[in-house]
């Protein structure tokens, strides 16, 4: 049987600054579903990078005395590294400054012109370096960018234009045929409205930069910034020489991106591929905005939270725990170092850290340290908590399908609550004196069985967790590949296999916090 592949994808940053928590949210989002796919026996492709060619990048190596290549060399590296250092495990780190991607961009700009989408023109309007976007008049506040609150410069230019009016009907039926195709459902709804209300031909090129893609048979024009940024998913896999590579992952299975530029994926870039004569993405995911303690985040307030040097503090996999369990990615959400330290407590340190603890103190009091065996037939009593953990799977994996990373761990923390209270009910202490066994033995291991579960499901979000964990569980191969649904299943832990001493693995963090200050 083939392997069925899943390519996912998040935006490439731009290159003119360094990586911040917003960027990170993204990237451990795309993570958590890339490693999901690949233990369900998925070949995944995931691939992230950089978007160089940015006006801004070049204002910011001209600031630094660099050259723009020189300065985008120094930031790639500081991106791959701020990913290695999270734990990201993509496939490709594609740079738009690449020969491949130009070699992609520039085939994709032959392709529109021989479908007849492209044409020369006169443009002449307010543009935003930031956002790399032309703005009416009426759009600016006093002359500045509504986004940004920069200046925005007139630019008036003999460009090429893509006729982008030409495709509002076919993107229509594209995402009406399948309305998950835009997800959540306010983003669809946007993307839908901005096609409803009409589009217009967009201008492609630039001439009053060096730093870019020139364009074919027309080099002193560069291809437009966005135009050429679309194109990284396809230069990423290979388009269009490695044609064998291309074809296995494309298209995509889904394209993370932020609130703010998922127009630009459910409107240019899939008119940019019907006008090649490529197949559309299957999903495009635009994700909710971070801010810092209720701020935007942006370098002039000075509020950049530097997601290595926290994670370094506090640990990657609680960090990025808390960033996903903790917050609703469809929605926009808000980071600040006390409401990371309040669901660290609750939900690593007492929630999953005692229930390890507490059992595996037990497992070594009343059996030895070895995994006792279960009674055969099943107590009235557990049933439901059985039932629980028999529809954990199909529970986190639903919610997963749709990005909701804390409806998923909700059900997981749901289960190990049910643990710690199944302590309490049972009083296995009790069990012991009075000298039922064959019941003690079976709590235990329920619980321990919980805990494996726990362990299991715990890996796409904090992957360094499950073999620590799966080691003080007795596992003997706890970095093996995991293997979903297998794994999933109820009572596969071995009967008899030593476990270790408790060690916890998320230390309570007592720490009083100034309120009111980012840290
Ligand atoms: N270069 C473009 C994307 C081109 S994709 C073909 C870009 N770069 S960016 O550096 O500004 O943003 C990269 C990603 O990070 C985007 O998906 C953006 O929405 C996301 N985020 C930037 N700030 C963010 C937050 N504060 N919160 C969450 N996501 C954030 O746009």
């Not at 594209?174 to 835009?182: A, N, Q, T």
């Not at 909710?288 to 303690?293: A, E, I, P, T, V």
């Amino acid at each position: 049987m083939t392997q069925p592949t899943f390519y996912i994808t998040t935006a490439i940053t731009y290159a003119n600054s360094r990586p911040h928590i917003g960027h990170a949210y993204e990237e451990i989002a795309t993570d958590v579903i890339a490693r999901w796919k690949r233990v369900n026996g998925y070949d995944v492709y995931f691939a992230t990078g950089s978007d160089e060619h940015s006006a801004n990048v070049e204002a910011r190596a001209k600031e630094l005395g660099k050259s723009p290549r020189e300065f985008c060399d120094e930031m790639a590296a500081i991106f791959q590294a701020t990913w290695a250092a999270l734990n990201i495990s993509f496939d490709r780190f594609i740079r738009t400054s690449e020969e491949v991607h130009h070699h992609a961009s520039q085939e994709m700009i032959r392709r529109a012109f021989a479908a007849g989408d492209i044409y020369k023109g006169h443009y002449e309007g307010w543009y935003c370096n930031s956002c790399n976007n032309y703005y009416q008049e009426s759009d600016l506040k006093d002359g500045n960018c509504p986004q940004h609150g920069t200046k925005a410069v007139r630019l008036s230019e003999e460009n090429y234009f893509f006729k982008l009016s030409r495709f509002a009907q076919p993107l229509l039926e594209w995402i009406g045929k399948r309305p998950e195709v835009i997800l959540p459902e306010t983003r669809r709804n946007e993307v839908v409205n901005v096609i409803k209300g009409g589009l217009k031909d967009i201008s492609v090129s630039r001439t009053t930069s060096t730093w870019g893609i020139p364009f074919p048979d027309d080099p002193k024009h560069l291809i437009y910034v966005w135009f050429d940024a679309l194109i990284n998913y396809i230069s990423a896999i290979g388009f269009p020489d490695d044609k064998a590579h291309f074809m296995k992952y494309w298209p995509a299975q889904v394209h993370v991106v932020g609130k703010d530029i998922t127009r630009f994926h459910c409107i240019i870039w899939p008119a940019m591929l019907m006008s090649a004569g490529l197949p559309l993405p299957e999903r495009v995911y635009g994700h909710g905005f971070l801010s810092l303690k209720g701020e935007k985040i942006s370098k002039t307030r000075g509020n950049v939270l530097d997601p290595v040097e926290f994670s370094k503090q506090y640990g990657v996999d609680a960090f990025r725990y808390v960033l996903l369990a903790g917050n609703n990615f469809a929605a926009d959400s808000d980071f600040s170092e006390e409401g990371f330290v309040e669901l660290y407590n609750s939900d690593l340190a007492n929630d999953m850290g005692n229930l390890l603890n507490r059992t595996l103190t037990m497992v070594e009091k009343y059996c030895q340290g070895k995994v006792p065996p279960p009674a055969a037939e099943t107590s009235a009593d557990d049933v439901p908590m059985l039932e629980e953990a028999r529809a954990l799977f199909d529970k986190f994996n639903a919610a997963l399908e749709l990005f909701d990373f804390s409806g998923a761990y909700a059900a997981v923390w749901s289960l190990i609550d049910r643990g710690n209270k199944y302590i309490e009910s049972t009083a296995p202490w009790t069990l012991f004196k009075q000298g039922q066994t064959e019941r003690l033995n079976t709590v235990l291991y329920n619980l321990l069985e919980i805990l494996r579960l726990a362990a299991m499901f715990v890996y796409p979000i904090m992957p360094a967790t499950t073999p620590r964990m799966l080691a003080q569980l007795g596992d003997s191969a706890p970095d093996r590949v995991l293997q979903f649904p297998m794994e999933a299943r109820w009572g596969l832990l071995p009967v008899g296999q030593t476990t270790a001493k408790a060690a916890p693995l998320f230390p309570r963090i007592e720490k009083e916090l100034a309120p009111g200050k980012v840290k």
